[in-house]
């Protein structure tokens, strides 16, 4: 059985920082992409981030890019991300998720991951 859980969500004033924590078990982190989706309520899942476990390449869609930071502990099955400078469009839920292809966080057709999680809220505040 695969799951992922995710941990680290909260309420935080704009401009602050939280970093979401996703711990995977019954998989190992050795050639996957792992990373983050968000959806606000009434909108569509977004792709944020990924990190391939196998040579450290990262994605980030264009509205986090300079602002969050991903990254991966594989020997802990871990994969983080380091959100700072937040602002009320971050407002989401955020799913870790794991693929064996990036593209499933790239593309606008929306493929389920592979695997999943349960989600953990953000919530930033004005």
């Known amino acids: 059985e695969v799951q992922l859980v995710e941990s680290g969500g909260g309420l935080v004033q704009a401009g602050g920082s939280l970093r979401l924590s996703c711990t995977a078990s019954?998989?190992?982190?050795?050639?996957?992409?792992i990373g983050w989706f968000r959806q606000a309520p009434g909108k569509e899942r977004e792709g944020i981030s990924c990190i391939n476990s196998r040579d450290g390449a990262t994605y980030y869609a264009d509205s986090v890019k300079g602002r969050f930071t991903i990254s991966s502990d594989n020997a802990k099955n871990t994969v983080y991300l380091q959100m700072t400078g937040l602002k009320p469009e971050d407002t989401a839920v955020y799913y870790c998720a794991v693929d064996r292809f990036y593209e499933v966080w790239t593309l606008a057709t929306k493929i389920n991951p592979d695997y999943w999680g349960q989600g953990t809220q953000v919530t930033v505040s004005s």
């Open positions: 019954g998989i190992l982190f050795d050639d996957y992409n």
